[in-house]
């Protein structure tokens, strides 16, 4: 039995210790925001905060997510940051398939917390773990800028 | 492809919808396959629109979304003529029926081939503007007065610009009742107020606050989680699995056997993939257990020298090449692909003895339907399809192998089970886009100008394995394999198109964005520039030159050119490659430059694409398919390739088929031609057939490398190479 | 204990399954015991209470002393089940096959006397007068006891007896000449059993003993001779077998183990990683997979209190400072495909994103200009099996050039370290082919 604070709950869960948190948050707690793209940590569809750090859950195991805040997609509007990023994300209309985005909007709302300007270069270092299939890039780019203006 | 153009004769369906309101749909007369699906088919109480009497107009979605906007597009049509606005609709996936959600072009109710704003141009307005018509004559039978003095706008009909109103809603039992009206006015571009302005999707917020739905997140009462091993080499089968120790993994339900597969569920994905491995699967290989990629490359070398089916031949090419002041010849290669869309195959099922539902993002609703059917027993009407929502698609789930699969896995549970495939599934299994073998030889005189064009393309037929009635000339062409080699922009005086028929052992193919533009124009494009280059003329204006006679080429080509400031020097390594099509029905023209490191790193810089697609109808969404899927193909000519040994697919997730990422995205700029009365455009798959020649060209202008073999930069370029 | 393999194969799922839902490393906890160590020259005999609940087995469990001796690293091959042979050895003479030590009478080993076995491992010598490849340690198991080597024995010899006949070996002449190892023998076999030290204590003995005999660390730590035999006078002072720098584990401070503090050793040895001291890769992670990690915290303290008393050598690269920094401007393309397929997992600092595994600060291998073990993990990937976790990183060969990969490296190791990375194009290529 774990216990796992996710967007300021705790929930007790009786999953394997070495259970990726991926997996406990669509599969038992039926938070579904958050992707599975390619278990092995190179797509970044899976990205939720651990201590507003944007971390891979699909190598993040349940035992190694005890005692720190997990926050994810379904919450991330709740911060400053993540509310910015959502609504330069609409505001551009960065989507397509949108699978992906998810994480990526973890990952850019991490990174407006560490680097509120962030240059071109401070979004390639932060989001070139982040693939699109759909090639949004261009656009994500945009996003992040107008976020951090907004 | 010769695309259907919209038609007033088109045969609309109307009738009152179940508990009272409207639905309004329509059938294309003239298709074999959708008559005798009417004929056999009930009365469908659902359509594009329903409006029921409580208000709520639903928009139902004939084409699927995988991320294209087509939901959003296709509202539009619907909206513009329907007098609604796009917040006072909701849309649904349209259930299988061929009757009344065929596209045209496509021969069946599928999304694919950029066709399904063109199939939807007509239509959809036509359905619209009916609903509109006699919603209007509802209400001015109701207040006694001239249709002509009523006003309908945002849902509601007035008398008159100020009078008072009904609600579509309150009108919509009544004008189910009147007769469909034979001809309706379409508006004029010129009065649009939703087509051709830029329209926020209506799937955006679900997927920016993480609450849409797709496949991977359906959650049914009742439902356990499973996934699959395939036999890792085509048409092998299951030999041996540790049953025991699958099931003593914590979490685990049930161990399913298949001839070629072997499932594990469980109470969750962890259970069951750690029940897969400790399954430790073991493969009798079967007959393709030697198949490699330099097995498949030779048998496609061998074959080329047949002449194939002839597809197109005009004067003598041969002659003219024979008495050019030059010639060239090159052979062009493009590797198997696979799709690797960001959301990994995934099925929900619940067989029942009675009836089976389906949740599955599918391209092809009814062959989803179809294929439960067949490995359950079930009718196909007793397979209700819940369309999702798809994370990416390209082609890969116009196949319904993995629903197959499924249906076989889900008839032994008595429960509703989800069934992922890991990524290494999803790539290794994957139904793969062919390898392509191609040889053109070309004639320059003098001028510098082409007098004789070959080209023979080597390849698999994914026509001839999907869809046998799509072949043409009585079965002897898959016309996809010359698609966007026929039918340049140009002129050639003499032209010759070959195709060879050559299946590679132990690989099936199948569809991959931009089908067989993206192959075509590759190397059409590519060898255009060698000749450009061997003439010693600029590659714009050698195209010029040879697309004097066709304007829009002309007119995207030059918009690019000038967009991009071809011409204007660059420094040392750094160049600009071009590309021009016409495919999809629509004209684009895209410029890219780049950089080539002493190292053979290529850096993609920017890109400017100029496209004509004839009408638009969500500009924004026009801009975002020609990013996206220009960036789709330079990933893919960048670093895509699958390849095997000893029948097994090597590559397995994303860090050996590795995709273009942030750091590696080119600024992607889009430059519409406004041209609303030319026949209407796909876009969804132009960018990515334009992107591997453009990036080639750029290569070449930035180090003096000519490179026609797809991936480039996995060691072409480099001193070392990859392997 | 039930004698059933279920730590062997890292690449055995079953494994994975059963510490996946920890029911191994639960059942260890449960067989708290007091034993006794035998060491039999000298009737040298240790009480010792274990007073840690995770010290389960008796020393003369042959279960627990065929993974203390590791038998199933080279017996194994990957994908295979344990012991049954087949696993490729690569030499400079050629390639020869480890033999499948089931006790399968046609294939096996089903048909060895226990004289046979003890010569086997003692003396190189085996069935029927066979001369062993020296690629089989029994220049260390020549340590082991007898009593040892038989409970090994009996272990395996309870193990289901599976017929699996290996390729014949490929070495070329005169290395195919079994019978010139007597020659070899004479040179480079001590042929004794070990001697404990009564000048140190049990706890010291016992480590060399693991060290020395079960755990054959020299046999890829210590430097060879012309001959292949392992340079006494160098003992652990790091040498390169396989491609892969077996580093210094001396205790010199600088090149060896010398700065790490008991419990990080305990630790890295356990789990394969340490704080600011990278995790394991490479034959490092398959031997706690395959090994240390079912050791006893009692003979993993015995073996740090061992290593702490090997004579400092200054060989091989300098270990690394957590805290060391570069300056210098990193190459452009090394951040770009740092960033593309590293940063994943190890975040642009290399300190690790989701699990301690991934945290380089402080790896040796990072410190190492030359790149040795980085240039193996990225052609080859690692696994490395703790009691509770996999822990993977796939190779990356098969999409980024050479010219990609060396960046990546040389930008990790100029960032971690501060040193003057010079991996090139041609290191990775031939890496490739290692």
Known sequence: MFELNVNGQSHQVDVPADMPVLWVLRDVLGMTGTKFGCGIAQCGACTVHADGDAVRSCLLTVADAVGRQITTIEAIGGTPEGARVQKAWLDLEVVQCGYCQSGQIMSAAALLKRAPKPTDTDIDDAMSGNICRCGTYVRIRQAIHAAAEA | MTYMAPTRRNFLKVGAALGGGLIVGLRMPGNARAEAAEANAPFAPNAFIRITPDGKITFIMSHTEVGQGIYTSASMLLAEELEVGLDQIEVEPAPPNVALYIDPNLGEQATGGSTSTIAGWGPLRIAGAT??????????????????????????????????????????????ALPVPKDVALKPPSAFTLIGTPQKRLDTPGKVNGSLQFGMDVQIPGMKIGTVAACPVRGGTLRQIDEEAARAVPGVIDVVKLDDAVAVIGDHYWAAITGLRAAAAQWHDGPHGGVSTAGIIDALKQASDSDGFTALKRGDPHAAIAGAAKSLEAVYELPF?????????????????????????????????????????????????????????????????????????????????KLIWSREEDITQDLLRPYYYDRVAAGLDADGKIVGWTHRTTCSWVMARWAPPGMKEGGKLDPDTVEGAME?????????????????????????????????????????????????????????????RNPRALGVLNLAAEKSGWGRKLPKGTGRGVSLQFAFNSYVATVLEVSVSDRGEVALHQAHVAADVGPVVNPDTLRAQLQGGLIFGLSMAMFNEITHANGRVLQSNFHDYRVLRMNEAPDVTVHIVDNPTAPIGGVGEAGTASASAALANAIFAASGRRLRRIPFATGQLAETGRS | MKKKQFFFDRKNPKTFARFGSLPGYRRVSQETKVFCFFFSKKKYVLPLLLLSSSLAYAA?????????????????????????????????????????????????????????????????????????????????????????????????????????QVPANSLSFPFNQRWSLWFWNQVNNPAHRFEPDTQKSADWNRGAYLVQALGHCGQCHTPRNWMQGLKQGDQLAGAKQQGWLAYNITSDKTHGIGGWSDADLRQYLSTGTAPNHGPASGPMAEAITDSLRYLTAADIAAIVTYLRDVPPQTSGPPALLASAKTATTPDPLGVHVFNDACAGCHLPDGQGRQSAWASLAGDHSVGDPAGTNMLQILAHGSELRTNDRLVFMHEFTRSYTNEELAAAANYLTTTLSGRDSQVTAADIAAARTE
């Open chain 2, 131 to 176: 609903a509109r018509t006699m919603l209007v004559q509802a209400a001015a039978q109701k207040w006694r007065v001239d249709p002509a003095t009523c006003v309908a706008a945002r849902g509601v009909v007035r008398r008159g610009a100020n009078g008072g109103g009904l609600t579509y809603g309150q009108l919509a039992t009544a004008a189910a």
């Open chain 2, 337 to 417: 692909l696979s799709h690797a869309p960001m959301e990994p195959i995934n099925t929900t099922l619940h067989v029942r003895p009675d009836g089976a539902d389906l949740w599955v993002g599918t391209q092809v609703p009814p062959r989803a339907q179809a294929a439960v059917a067949k490995n359950t027993g079930l009718k196909p009407e007793q397979v209700t399809v819940h369309n999702q929502y798809m994370g990416g698609a390209f082609g890969r789930r116009l196949d319904v192998d993995s629903i197959e699969q499924a249906a076989r896995i889900a008839k032994n549970l008595s429960y509703p089970v």
């Open chain 2, 488 to 548: 340049t922009p140009y002129d050639f005086p003499a032209q010759l198109n070959q195709t060879v028929r050559s299946e590679p052992d132990g690989v099936i193919t199948a569809w991959w964005r931009g089908v067989g533009p993206t192959h075509n124009i590759f190397v059409v494009e590519g060898f255009v520039d060698e000749l450009a280059a061997e003439a010693g003329i600029d590659p714009v204006d050698f195209r010029r030159r040879l697309a004097a």
């Open chain 3, 60 to 164: 003369d469990n042959g279960e627990y002393l065929t993974r203390a001796a590791d038998c199933a690293a080279c017996h194994t091959k990957p994908g295979n089940v344990p012991f049954t042979g087949g696993r490729a050895i690569k030499l400079p003479v050629g390639t020869i096959y480890s033999p499948n030590i089931t006790p399968d009478k046609d294939t096996g080993v089903g048909n060895y006397t226990d004289d046979e076995w003890v010569s086997a491992l003692q003396r190189g010598v085996g069935h029927n007068g066979k001369y062993l490849y020296p690629a089989m340690p029994y220049n260390s198991y020549t340590l082991m006891s007898r009593q040892d080597a038989l409970a090994i024995k009996s272990y395996l010899f309870s193990l289901k007896p599976v017929h699996n």
